[in-house]
T-cell receptor
Framework: GQQVMQIPQYQHVQEGEDFTTYCNSS?????IQWYKQRPGGHPVFLIQ?????EVKKQKRLTFQFGEAKKNSSLHITATQTTDVGTYFC?????????????FGTGTRLTVIP | KAGVTQTPRYLIKTRGQQVTLSCSPI?????VSWYQQTPGQGLQFLFE???????NKGNFPGRFSGRQFSNSRSEMNVSTLELGDSALYLC??????????????FGPGTRLTVL
């Protein structure tokens, strides 16, 4: 069945260091989304990537969608304590008009001040 | 615009009991999805409802069921609770699904503890 794996599971960085999380799907995706969940909170939508090879930036965050639309990455430059949380990718396949959303296992980011 | 609301926020039940959780989506959103979140398994998709019809279902036993009403509000029910059902149950709503952005707006969740 459809699987979306994410690595690493945990990442501890010093404030100011960069951070990257990777997402890999067992099948080709239509789109991929990224969410952030703060400790004690709920997932909040960050971005959606649609095109093969697409790269999008949001301030210090850079999102990439692989050429084969089976992998994606989120890179944070110069992390800040406000970046703490768990980052999830969610792969989307479109089947029969329904949206099948498969969440990755998540990467929990800790930023040490 | 009000966000997704879920009730109750916290619930304690014992094994064998049943539970019903409620979700009110953002006004205008017709798609409602349910997820189970546990530390070990992450976010697991339960089911999606659209216009009162279940369109997608995850890999959960039949003890987990749901429904959606004409006003798009949704409920999920878990019967014969097991200890392993202890989790945060998240509801997410989205606009009419179409090709393009299908942003999921999550509610705060219901924390279910089964004793």
């Amino acid at each position: 069945g459809q699987q979306v794996m994410q690595i690493p599971q945990y990442q501890h960085v010093q404030e100011g260091e960069d951070f990257t999380t990777y997402c890999n799907s067992s099948t080709t995706l239509s789109n991929i989304q990224w969410y952030k969940q703060r400790p004690g909170g709920h997932p909040v939508f960050l971005i959606q990537l649609v095109k093969s090879g697409e790269v999008k930036k949001q301030k210090r965050l850079t999102f990439q969608f692989g050429e084969a639309k089976k992998n994606s990455s989120l890179h944070i430059t110069a992390t800040q304590t406000t970046d703490v949380g768990t980052y999830f990718c969610a792969g989307i396949t479109n089947g029969g008009g329904a949206n099948n959303l498969f969440f990755g296992t998540g990467t929990r980011l800790t930023v040490i001040p | 615009k009000a966000g997704v609301t879920q009730t109750p926020r916290y619930l304690i039940k014992t094994r064998g009991q049943q539970v019903t959780l409620s979700c009110s989506p953002i006004s205008g959103h017709r798609s409602v999805s349910w997820y189970q979140q546990t530390p070990g398994q992450g976010l697991q998709f339960l089911f999606e409802y659209f216009s009162e019809t279940q369109r997608n279902k995850g890999n959960f036993p039949g003890r987990f069921s749901g429904r959606q009403f004409s006003n798009s509000r949704s409920e999920m029910n878990v019967s014969t609770l097991e200890l392993g059902d202890s989790a945060l149950y998240l509801c997410a709503s989205s606009l009419i699904p179409r090709r393009g952005v299908n942003e999921q707006f999550f509610g705060p969740g219901t924390r279910l503890t089964v004793l």
